[in-house]
Structure formats: C-alpha cells, structure tokens
C-alpha cells in the first residue's frame, strides 16, 4: 500500500512538472509570436512607403498570423487596405484593431483620419477626440493636424482654425498646419497674420505649389504701412 501511494504521487509530481514545462514553452512560443509579429509590422509598413506592396501585404498578413489578437497588426493591416481603397477590409480591421485595444490613441487617430477620407466627419471627430485621451500617446500634433484638415474638408473653418492652433501649440514646425492657416487668415482677410504663417511655413522648408500662389495672392492685399511692405519683401524673397 505504501509503496502505491509513494508511485501515485511521483505520478502527479510528474505530471505537474510537465504540465508547467508545456505551459512556460507555450509563454515562450507566445513571446516569441509577438515579437515576430511586431517586427514583420515594421517590414510591411516600410515596404509599404516604398509602394512595394505585394512584399507589405505578405509580411502583414504573416504578423497577423503569427499574433491574431495584436492590434498592432490589425491597424497596420488596416491601413494598409486603407491605401489600396478597400474600403470594406481597412474599416474591419481598424474595428478590430480598437476592439483589442479600445484606449490607443495611434489606432484611434488613425481611424479617425480613415473615416474623414470617407465623409463621415462628426464620427471622425469623435475618434479623435478618444485618440487625445490617451495620455501615453505622444503625437498630439498630429491628431489635432488631422482633426483641423477633417474640419476644413467639412467646412466648418472656425473649427478648424482651433485644432491647427492647438496642433502648432503642441509641435511649432508643421507645414501643413501653418499653410492651412494661412489660408485660413487669407479668407478673413487677414493679411499679416497670413503672411506670418507662410513664412514661417517656407522657414520650416514648405514647397507646395499652392504656398506660391498664395503667397502671389498677398503681395497685392497686404497694406502699404511699413511692418505689412516687410512681409511683401519677404514673400517675394522666398515664394516669387
């Protein structure tokens, strides 16, 4: 009887400590999944801006595999589609994307910027309103730029002014947001203040075409005092 009981509990001891070697190999196979997964969305993405975009689908749909429920991947993929114009696929997986990890604010803004390509500008604006609440993400900038640009497209420009405004507070140095608000000045009519932004825009090296003819546009409305004529000199130095 004793030596049974001894052969039962070896039994079980062996079983537990197998039972615990498959599961740290299971967490270690896991880990390595993830990582995987996270590098091969950084593949995709990079062959994505290089528009070698078959090479981008494989190494996404690959990341996927290796990590069905990263959000990462999702969201990558999504706007992967998102580039390619299916519509139907980017919506499904920047909804599962949110779904997985409902507070990122990357995934969020990013969403938010999809659904303003798509028309649907109060929801867009709901997303990125969630984006800004996520205090770990870093890139308000961009989101308040994002925001400013799906404004504009709705035509609500006091609006917009309000978010390029807060997009400049947070990062000075972003061309699109000060040419938006040059624009914006200009359709005021306020002149200076427009000149001010398009130089600061050409500073920060800004090369659209449309600066130029903006910046033509003001040579002829800024006043004849002396601070407005040093904004003609400027604009013709830099844009004419």
């Known amino acids: 009887m004793k030596s ?3 052969l039962l509990l070896t039994f079980f001891v062996v079983l537990h400590l197998a039972a615990c070697q498959r ?4 967490s270690e196979l896991t880990a390595r999944n993830t990582k995987a997964s996270a590098y091969n969305v950084e593949l995709g993405l990079a062959y994505l801006k290089r528009n070698t975009n078959e090479r981008a689908k494989q190494k996404l749909l690959l990341a996927l595999r290796q990590d069905p429920r990263s959000s990462m ?14 519509v139907t696929l980017a919506d499904k997986h920047y909804q599962k994307a949110i779904s997985l990890s409902p507070n990122e604010g990357a995934t969020l803004s990013n969403y938010g910027a999809f659904l303003c390509r798509q028309g649907d500008y109060k929801k867009a604006e709901r997303y990125f309103d969630k984006a800004l609440n996520d205090k770990h993400y870093l890139n308000l900038a961009e989101v308040y730029e994002n925001a400013g640009i799906c404004a504009m497209q709705d035509k609500r420009l006091s ?3 309000h978010y390029f405004t807060l997009a400049l507070a947070h990062d000075g140095q972003r ?3 000060h040419l938006a608000i040059a624009r914006l000045y200009m359709t005021h009519h306020q002149y200076n203040s427009a000149a001010k932004h398009l130089l ?11 600066a130029k003819a ?8 800024l006043p004849a005092d002396k601070r407005s004529q040093g904004y003609v000199r400027e604009l013709r130095r830099c844009f004419l």
Do not use: D
Not at 23 to 26: G, V
Not at 73 to 86: D, P, S
């Open 175 to 177: 061309p699109t947001s």
């Open 214 to 221: 903006l910046a033509n546009k003001l040579t002829y409305k």
């Open 23 to 26: 599961t740290a190999q299971n």
């Open 159 to 161: 609006r917009a002014h």
């Open 4 to 6: 049974t009981t001894v």
């Open 200 to 210: 600061t825009y050409s500073a920060i090296g800004g090369k659209a075409a449309e």
């Open 73 to 86: 991947a999702h969201g990558a993929l999504a706007y992967y589609y998102q580039q390619m114009g299916t």
